[in-house]
């Protein structure tokens, strides 16, 4: 009896006494991470989180969709009616110069995430450039590497500036507040961060220089054809954006014709060619696709079908919500032999047949967007370089069965852009660089916000501004 | 060494050979009924001899030859002393120790007698909870426990529930108690990927358990120490019991259903306030309602809206009408079959069980059905050792349904225009179903997934747990347990191609897959002592207890299947997603405690624990939890003795530290994430910022308490008064978006529940006629009260829930709405704007300046008061007992479903019938503003879609009738019970949707409580039965 009791007695401090030499079993890391101070190490790692950057890009908050979207939707009722349920979107959709009854809130939820998303990528982007000596270039090239995550830091900024920021020409945009310019990345500890991580806004004036400064750069460092990531002339066609914005037509002329002249890309023969990557190509994206944002089954979410694509009976492999009914005081804008004209889908909507595609690509620039750059450009500035603008513009209308011009003015260049190039993400930044008005309700008599309309101004995020003090209020929202 | 041995066994023979003279028996009754009571411990005073009585109370002792005692002693019984004298049989009646209350109340790592307690533990035993119809045990508590606030959320079968112990206790941390069953912590989150949360206490059988206990205040808790903070609820099943092996086998059918509905538009209704909101935007625009591009005509023109979604019929007639409630709400069946088994001998004892279940959902496509099988054994080794084991195995089966906020959710069908048939007239298909027109009805009509997809859970459990007892010197005793619990599950889904409006990406069919196993295995090692010294007596407790769980999940999604004949992905042609993860957390705690009690009267207990976690930062890795309390008890001293109304009196306090640690795992480290590919391509992001420094969330709590026992114990009571404050909270503070990172998590800010609790238990009559009362009343008042200024929102966007300094956590935050304009129908609202002065601007801003109007607080969704009233009555073999429940004092955001369709006809959704009263002309004094067609006229997020939630319901009554013995004898069974039983039979609120009893799975969190967003209501249910025992 006594010899079971001692032997109990030993079990149980046993018992009790074994965990205390494995204290340290406390100590496990998670499996699906890494510890911030052991995951960027390798040049593997730093390719990887150069991909963890394109996949920012990709989301449906950025390219993957809503960059493109806000700006054909905003104030454009009475071409492209808004008929989802989305508070958030309604409230871009339906605003008018003088009606009050929608005004976008301060947290407007496509306000809140896309500037979150930006600078999530930013992150990431500036992570890759301060650890751009772990590359040895075997992976991927060390110039390509950071040329492309110039690229992607650079269009964000440029995409903020223009969504946060009044328009270039509205005022002076070495006054005016853009967004904050942030170009090293946040420590990963909490108590090393500083006021430094509370930035207040730049000017308009000083985040285009950021962006024009990372895209010339990426432009000097990317590859001729880099697969589906960011090339050189990808970085041009940014900087000819820039430019059309900052009314810089020499600039913008000499990008857009050095993007065509590369002779990387060629228009597609049919109009029909460029949409329906999946269904019809298998996801083969067509050679007019400077840059887009890759769409496959496994991976991404073609924001723009989401709302634009409604899914059809007649074609398998369409889906989306049905939010955007294509009007038809738009549809007749369109000359009647236009193939354009014809590019859509009845059902109880007028869906545009761009987006119908599930699994269709994003593309975010286009060829055909150069040639309407360039002959924008070359007619504004008087020149023929690269080609007549009538000539550019004739390209672009050949392909959707239209006969050549004989004649041009500037608001035929301008009406084939919008035709052109609908639903693809222009629509504002067209109306904003001319300073034109939007059409709110009416197709007739407009009565949309005028170009430097403050309504035509992105809110900086409420939740923003209640954690940084330093941001100031645009505008329309104080 | 063996000859020794048998040495000693011959001289013990020897000596008890020569001591045993002569043998008594007799037989132990008990004086209350008759009945005979086995397991009576019967000692000869003084001496070791002793016995146990049998199944028939009977026993059998040999006694010294003079002068002795013989002592009767059992749990709960008065001890009895009784002189042999020549007697050679014995019979004796014990009666009830009603001085003592008696009731044994299980404490964590030990258990204590009621009287005896200092820290407020609430107890629910097995027959106040037998054979309910409700699956999870949580769903049960409600109304039976003071301070125990049980929200069932959802109608939809094995959804997760909410409880709340005293109130909120984190922001960011879980609020849900910790659950020990048999001394495991078990697994409780849910591990739902599809339709919201789902509660795997499912897998428990609620009729294999013999109590519950709610440790409440922090020096009942604090044995648990750093997962203490929000309650810790002891689950202890049944155990055998020794004598004649009972066998019980209860059988109940009958079916549930909705118990209310909600008023809808009819077709004249729905096409009148949608052309009403045309013509206004029409006359706002210019544009004349007869123009083919007006609103007026996109509805109403020929083929147009109400042609095309009523396949034409509107042209013809205006008034067919058809309730989509019809055909989402279904009659749901419930049928459940118990067997028990309990028996044993002194040494072995068993208890085993079996249990199926089957129950149909009140929505159309919802299906629960649960298989468990449990065996307890106790095993008496020796005189000093016993071993045990609880094994319990379930299967549970989920067919489910899609979280309320998708178009698939059945009960979004209310929005679907009354015009649209629900049935395709061309194909007889439910309406939208290919090869018919998807694009009708104008959203898509969910029964589509109901009838082609099928989503469905599969749990498979496993609780075991051993334990070995040893006696290792007088009083001193060693309990090892070593427990585990498995929990398997499939999550299996086959979207067909019919339902590609949904899951738009099942052109060609989607098959989903998912596995998650959580081996989660607990050991306890721990010493008690017991000694009696003079006037004291002294109870200890030291040990440690280790768990580990971790959790693997897999995932596989294909598609692109031949057909819908082929389900499994083997079949799919593209893989389109794959995934495997893993996570572990671990705890190594070190736990003492000690009860010491003086004459009878003076009670005190400290306890304390130290828990270290794999979840915390390098630098704060253990935390040290203490609590002390003490207790008088008045009715002892020789003051009160005398007074015979008071039969017990007590007062007790208690104060201690507990923790909380539920904040997932590894949020301490700075992490990057490999999730971030791109088209094929790996990557990695940064995602989250690390806190080297973060530790334990701590929770202050103070309780006094009096337990009071009047006329001779027919009026026993507790109340409670508490204050509890949450510091150093675990608060994932908000980030400038601008560093890449939303939030952090940092110990930042406090937080403070004060309440009182009364628990009042009355026997009315206690003749043959029996009248029983029980009613518990909790009041909780919770308040935010520093969390650095900061916002924190959860819930539904635009009527988010809110965290605020100096509110409850959650409270609705949004505009003031102020009514209708009578002069133009424009919605108001209330400017609540601070002036210069430091008064509120109560002036009206209209719709259009809905900007100007200041967010406020406009609603709590937190109860002031929670109650529980159970009435039993019982007369010769007929029993009743009804149970009322009630919530009072919350609010509810109907918002989710009132934005859209009690919203004056913004959007083409059906419109709820109250929406008639909209204005219309100058002059109206209404509260429903002018219909505007897609110009928001209080559509926007305000008060106006906040409601009162406040309810009472009749939970449960079952009534039921005992077979008479005379009866039953002749065919040798032992009681035969018939009963009925109906659940939620009759609810009592102002709640203007299906059930206030509510919250939104698609939103669920610690902030986002009280959403009602098509969420489905509680069943009721109407239950057959008949109760065996053999």
């Not at chain 1, 975010?364 to 924008?376: D, F, G, H, K």
């Not at chain 2, 290919?434 to 082609?452: E, S």
């Not at chain 2, 209708?820 to 002036?843: C, E, M, Q």
């Not at chain 2, 203007?992 to 939103?1003: R, T």
């Amino acid at each position: 009896m006594k010899k079971n009791l001692i032997k109990t007695g030993l079990l149980a401090l046993t018992l009790i006494g074994v965990p205390f030499a494995c204290a340290d079993r406390l100590d496990i890391m998670p499996f699906q991470s890494q510890a911030s101070d052991v995951g960027l190490k390798t040049e593997s790692d730093l390719v990887g989180t150069l991909i963890g950057a394109y996949d920012g890009l990709q989301a449906t908050a950025s390219y993957g969709g809503d960059i493109m979207l806000l700006s054909d939707i905003w104030a454009n009722r009475a071409h492209l009616r808004f008929r989802g349920t989305f508070a958030g979107l309604q409230q871009v959709a339906f605003i008018t110069a003088t009606s009050t009854s929608s005004v976008i809130t301060t947290d407007n939820a496509w306000a809140t995430n896309m500037w979150a998303n930006a600078y999530r990528t930013i992150n990431i982007a500036n992570l890759v450039l301060e650890n751009l000596s772990l590359s040895e270039g075997a992976v991927r090239p060390t110039n390509t590497v950071r040329g492309e995550a110039l690229f992607i830091r650079g269009s964000l900024y440029f995409e903020l500036a223009r969504l946060y920021g009044k328009t270039w020409q509205d005022g002076d945009p070495n006054q005016n507040l853009a967004v904050p310019l942030v170009l090293t990345s946040t420590p990963f500890e909490e108590n090393k961060l500083t006021d430094a991580n509370l930035p207040a806004r730049a000017t308009v004036a000083a985040v285009y220089a950021q962006a024009k400064a990372d895209l010339t750069t990426a432009s000097t460092l990317l590859p001729n054809s880099n697969l589906y990531y960011a090339s050189k002339w990808a970085a041009f066609a940014q900087l000819s954006r820039i430019a059309l914005m900052q009314g810089d037509y020499p600039a913008a002329l000499a990008a857009s014709d050095q993007v065509i002249q590369s002779g990387v890309y060629s228009l597609a023969p049919a109009f029909n060619d460029l949409w329906f990557n999946f269904i019809n190509f298998g996801g083969v994206a067509p050679k007019e696709y400077v840059f887009y944002m890759r769409m496959t089954q496994q991976d991404g979410t073609n924001g723009l079908n989401t709302y634009y694509g409604q899914t059809v009976s007649s074609i398998p492999g369409t889906a989306g919500r049905g939010d955007l009914d294509v009007q038809a005081a738009f549809r007749d804008l369109h000359e009647t032999a236009d193939v354009r004209r014809g590019y859509f889908t009845i059902t109880n909507r007028r869906l545009t047949n761009k987006h119908l595609d599930r699994f269709g690509h994003v593309p975010v620039i286009r060829l055909s967007e150069m040639y309407l750059t360039r002959a924008e450009a070359n007619f504004r500035l008087v020149s023929t370089i690269g080609d007549t603008p009538l000539n550019d513009i004739n390209r672009v209308r050949n392909r959707v069965g239209l006969a050549n011009l004989a004649v041009l003015d500037l608001s035929g260049i301008l009406r084939e852009r919008s035709l052109e190039l609908a639903f693809e993400g222009h629509r504002l930044h067209d109306i904003k660089r001319t300073q034109g008005v939007t059409l709110g309700t009416s197709a007739t008599t407009p009565n949309g916000p005028a170009w430097n309309s403050p309504k035509l101004i992105l809110p900086i995020p409420l939740r923003e501004i209640e954690v940084n003090s330093k941001l100031v209020q645009n505008e329309g929202y104080q | 060494m063996k000859k020794f041995l048998l040495l000693c066994f011959s001289f013990a023979f020897v000596l008890s050979a020569w001591a045993q003279e002569r043998v008594i028996t007799g037989k132990v009754t008990s004086s209350e009924d008759g009945s005979t009571l086995p397991g009576v411990n019967v000692v000869v005073k003084g001496t070791t001899i002793g016995s146990v009585t049998d199944a028939d109370g009977k026993y059998s002792l040999g006694v010294p030859s003079s002068g002795a005692n013989l002592v009767f002693s059992f749990i709960g019984l008065k001890t009895s002393e009784i002189a042999i004298g020549e007697r050679s049989i014995i019979d004796i009646q014990l009666t009830p120790d009603v001085t003592q209350l008696a009731e044994v109340v299980v404490t964590g790592f030990g258990s204590q007698l009621r009287p005896d307690l200092t820290g407020n533990i609430a107890s629910v035993k097995a027959k106040d909870i037998a054979f309910v119809p409700l699956p999870s045990i949580d769903a049960i508590l409600q109304g039976n426990a003071a301070g125990v606030y049980v929200n069932s959320q959802s109608g939809k079968l094995g959804q997760a529930v909410s409880v709340r112990v005293r109130g909120n206790s984190s922001i960011s941390a879980s609020n849900e108690p910790l659950y020990v069953v048999d001394g495991i912590p078990i697994t409780t989150g849910s591990q739902s990927n599809f339709g919201g949360a789902t509660n795997p206490l499912v897998d428990l059988n609620p009729n294999d358990i013999e109590s519950l206990e709610i440790l409440k205040d922090a020096s009942a808790g604090a044995i648990y120490g750093a997962r203490a903070a929000n309650g810790v609820i002891l689950i202890t099943t049944k155990k055998g019991k020794a004598g004649k092996t009972q066998v019980t086998f209860n059988y109940q059918t009958g079916f549930s259903e909705s118990s209310r509905r909600v008023p809808f538009s009819n077709s004249e209704q729905y096409a009148t306030l949608l052309l009403e909101g045309a013509k206004y935007l029409d006359d706002r625009n210019g544009v004349p309602t007869t123009d083919p591009g007006s609103d007026t005509q996109f509805l109403s023109g020929p083929g147009e809206f109400f042609d095309y979604n009523s396949y034409g019929q509107w042209a013809t007639d205006t008034t067919k009408t058809y309730d989509w409630q019809d055909v989402v709400f279904q009659k749901g069946s419930y049928n459940q079959a118990d067997i028990q088994f309990s028996g044993g001998n002194e040494k072995t004892k068993f208890f085993a069980s079996g249990q199926y279940l089957k129950q149909g959902g009140i929505i159309i496509g919802n299906e629960l059905e649960r298989m468990t099988g449990r065996l307890n054994v106790d095993q008496k080794v020796s005189d000093w050792l016993s071993i045990g084991m609880n094994m319990n195995f379930a299967r549970t089966y989920n067919r489910r349904l899609p979280d309320d906020n998708a178009f698939s959710n059945p009960l979004q069908s209310v929005a679907l225009p009354p015009i649209t048939p629900s049935r395709d007239p061309n194909t007889g298909l439910p309406v939208g179903t290919p090869p018919g027109d998807i694009g009708i009805p104008i959203y898509y009509n969910p029964q589509i997934t109901v009838d082609y997809s099928k989503f469905a859970q599969e749990s498979f459990r496993n609780f075991s747990s051993t334990y070995a007892n040893a006696k290792l010197l007088p009083g001193l005793t060693f309990q090892t347990e070593f427990g585990l619990d498995v929990l398997s599950q499939t999550e299996e889904g086959y979207f067909q191609s019919q339902t590609r409006r949904n899951q738009t990406r099942a052109t060609r069919g989607l098959g989903t897959n998912r596995s998650t196993f959580i081996l989660n295995y607990n050991t306890n090692n721990y010493f008690n002592y017991t000694k009696k010294f003079g006037k004291s007596d002294l109870n200890a407790t030291v040990g440690m207890q280790y768990q580990q769980s971790s959790t693997r999940t897999s995932f596989t999604e294909g598609l692109d299947f031949p057909s819908d004949s082929y389900q499994k992905i083997a079949s799919a042609a593209t893989i389109s997603g794959g995934s495997s993860t893993e996570t572990q957390f671990r705890f190594l705690s070190y736990f003492a405690r000690a009860n010491y009690k003086f004459a009878d009267k003076y009670l005190l207990t400290l306890s304390g624990r130290i828990d270290g976690s794999s979840r915390f930062g390098a630098n704060n890795r253990y935390g040290f939890f203490p609590a002390a309390s003490a207790g008088w008890i008045l009715s002892e001293e020789g003051f009160l003795k005398g007074i015979e109304v008071i039969s017990f009196l007590k007062v007790r306090s208690s104060y201690g530290i507990v923790g909380n640690a539920e904040i997932g795992n590894f949020p301490q480290l700075g992490l990057f994430t490999g999730d971030a590919s791109y088209v094929g391509i790996g990557g990695q992001r940064p995602s989250q910022i690390g806190n080297p420094n973060l530790r334990w969330e701590t929770n202050k709590q103070f309780d006094v308490g009096i337990d009071f026992g009047f006329f001779n114990n027919r009026l026993t009571g507790e109340i409670d008064y508490y204050n509890r404050r949450s510091e150093d909270l675990l608060l994932n503070t908000n980030l400038a978006s601008t560093t890449g990172f939303n939030s952090v998590t940092r110990n930042l800010g406090s937080l403070e529940n004060q309440g009182i609790e009364i628990v009042l238990n009355t026997q009315n009559f206690v003749g043959a006629f029996k009248w029983n009362t029980s009613f518990n009343f909790a009041a909780n008042r919770g308040r935010v009260l520093n969390i650095n200024g900061q916002i924190i929102t959860g819930g539904i966007g635009q009527l988010p829930n809110r965290v605020m300094e100096g509110s409850n956590i959650g409270v609705f935050f949004a505009p003031e709405y102020a009514g209708v304009d009578p002069a133009n129908g424009d919605a108001l609202f209330y400017r609540n704007s601070v002036n210069p002065d430091g008064t509120i601007d109560r002036s009206t801003v209209n719709n259009a300046n809905y900007g100007q109007a200041q967010r406020t607080v406009v609603g709590d969704p937190n109860p002031d008061y929670v109650m529980g009233l159970t009435n039993t009555f019982s007369y010769k073999g007929i029993d009743l007992s009804v149970l009322f429940s009630a919530v009072l004092g919350n609010d509810i955001s109907i918002y989710g479903l009132g934005q859209y369709s009690s919203a004056n006809a913004i959007f083409e959704d059906n419109q709820t019938a109250d929406q008639m009263a909209r204005w219309q002309n100058p002059g109206d004094i209404t509260r429903v503003p002018q219909a505007r067609y897609y110009a928001g006229n209080g559509n926007q997020a305000s008060s106006r879609f906040i409601v009162d939630g406040s309810f009472v319901r009749l939970r449960n009554v079952s009534l039921g009738y005992t077979l008479p013995k005379s009866l039953l004898n002749r065919v040798k069974l032992d009681r035969v019970r018939i009963y009925v039983t109906g659940q939620n039979l009759a609810l009592f609120t102002s709640y203007p949707l299906w059930d206030p009893e509510v919250n939104a799975d698609s939103f669920d969190s610690n902030i986002a409580k009280g959403n009602d967003f098509y969420t489905p209501p509680q069943p009721r249910t109407i239950l057959f039965g008949i109760n065996i025992g053999l």
